[in-house]
């Protein structure tokens, strides 16, 4: 059984009819590298930006790719204690109260209103 | 200033050999070539404007710095002599899908200081190896590699029809002609020959170790020598299915998908236990390499990588050829299927391509 992140790619490739060779082309890497993102048992390594290149042309959610390669967006990098804070009390909610505060957030970040002053987000 | 630095081998550009070959320049080896310590590769002309490809061996420069020269000697000569006289019984024998040698011999390099003599093959030129095809290729040309699947298992069944074995098939050993058109088998450096005792007759695992076949790498009990050695001709056959379509060899393909402490390296078992989890693994890795098969092709393509590549060496090769009481590895109903799906691969291409003109 190859990865979630490998079996997700193959499953898409393979939907959206396009070679080992062609994804390889586009995305600037051997069809080797291809196989062995796909085959693999254990999560290979993977940059950020190849998992780009992968979302782009399978037309994936980037989103989707990253937690399954064990990697977290770099603009999403703790930037204080409160964040890192906040990451591990949401990890902590069952999924269903993760959705909800989800969108809870997003209208409140969807009001209108000042912008939130430098430096504290 | 070069020779003084150099080893003899290394400086034949310009020299003029028996048979009036000239050496014309030095061939730089393709990344992943074998042999790299004592040889070197040349191209050469001879008057009436044949190329051919001068594979440069260095046997005695270095003897002087060797505490036991004959010894150090011994394996070389052995092995390079079985090569040679391999090489004279497919020629005699005019093996059509077996990179041809055109001449050998000796020549002693001028202005060098200790020995200077140097072995020489001339081969056949050819316009490349098989990877340069598979790797530019941005959509699988499927007539091309039907073909060239065709290709290699007749180069094969020719080399087994005279009781020799290859042992050590893998792209860079599989050599293209006529604009990279035809494909021929190189390489019979790590071959046997049946009724001989080739110099590398105790190695497990006698050529590149990734792609032997499993068996071999996790310690099987080895089957009587001659049926090991077809077993794993047919094997690296089945192994260039898988490389043609994916890139990558069988076995790789096969241990990618085990869990790390069933690798061979780890393992510590008997092979009958590692066959558990060595069959899953190959069924998934055949289901692989199938989904680049076109589908008109999947069949007969699939049921060829089952019977050649089976981890299991009792279960490889087609079941009629198992039953009967000739050779169970034996090549000719490959010869005849691939045959057939090229001619087809073929057809479609020449119907596609007039009905777009």
């Known amino acids: 059984m190859a990865s979630k992140l490998g079996s997700k790619i193959r499953s898409t490739r393979l939907q959206r009819k396009m070679g080992l060779r062609q994804l390889a082309r586009r995305i600037g890497k051997s069809p080797a590298y291809i196989v062995e993102l796909e085959r693999s048992k254990a999560v290979p390594g993977v940059s950020e930006e190849t998992l780009e290149a992968i979302a782009r042309e399978l037309a994936l959610d980037l989103d989707v790719l990253l937690p399954l390669a064990a990697k977290t967006p770099r603009e999403l990098t703790p930037k204080s204690a409160t964040e890192v804070a906040l990451y591990r009390l949401v990890g902590q909610l069952p999924q269903d109260r993760q959705e909800a505060l989800k969108a809870e957030l997003e209208a409140e970040i969807a009001k209108p209103g000042p912008p939130p002053p430098k430096g504290k987000r | ?357």
């Open chain 2, 1 to 357: 200033m070069k020779k003084t630095h150099a080893h003899p081998h290394e400086c034949l550009e310009g020299l003029t050999l028996k048979s009036e070959w000239t050496v014309v320049r030095r061939i730089e080896r393709p990344p992943g070539a074998s042999g790299g310590h004592f040889s070197c590769g040349y191209l050469v002309e001879n008057p009436r404007g044949k190329k051919g490809y001068l594979k440069a061996l260095d046997f005695y420069s270095r003897l002087p710095a060797s505490k036991d020269p004959a010894r150090a000697l011994e394996p070389l000569l052995k092995a390079f002599n079985f090569e040679r006289d391999l090489l004279a019984l497919c020629r005699t024998r005019r093996l059509s899908r077996v990179v041809m040698a055109l001449d050998d011999g000796a020549v002693t390099v001028p202005g060098m200081a200790g020995p200077a003599t140097v072995q020489y093959i001339i081969f056949e030129l050819a316009d490349g190896d098989i990877r340069s095809q598979m790797k530019v290729a941005d959509r699988l040309d499927v007539a091309w590699v039907l073909r060239s699947l065709h290709h290699i298992a007749v180069g094969l069944d020719q080399l087994h029809r005279i009781g020799v074995s290859h042992q050590d098939l893998k792209p860079s050993n599989v050599l293209l002609f006529d604009e990279e058109r035809l494909s021929k088998l190189a390489d019979l450096g790590r071959a046997s020959h049946q009724g001989t005792e080739p110099p590398h007759y105790s190695f497990t695992v006698p050529g590149d170790q990734g792609y032997a076949p499993p068996e071999a790498l996790y310690g099987a009990p080895l089957l009587s020598s001659e049926a090991r050695r077809r077993g794993l001709d047919a094997y690296h056959l089945g192994s260039m299915i898988a490389s043609l379509f994916t890139t990558v060899a069988m076995t790789p393909l096969i241990i990618m998908g085990l869990e790390t402490k069933f690798h061979w390296r780890r393992w510590t078992g008997n092979y009958e236990d590692a066959l558990l989890f060595l069959r899953p693994a190959f069924a998934d890795a055949v289901d692989y390499v199938l989904a680049e098969v076109p589908e008109e092709y999947r069949r007969e393509i699939g049921e060829a990588l089952r019977q050649l590549c089976d981890p299991d060496p009792d279960h490889r090769g087609h079941p009629r050829d198992r039953a009967g009481i000739g050779s169970s590895y034996a090549l000719h109903r490959y010869v005849s299927s691939f045959n057939k799906l090229a001619r087809t691969a073929e057809y479609e291409l020449t119907r596609a391509h007039d009905d777009d003109s």
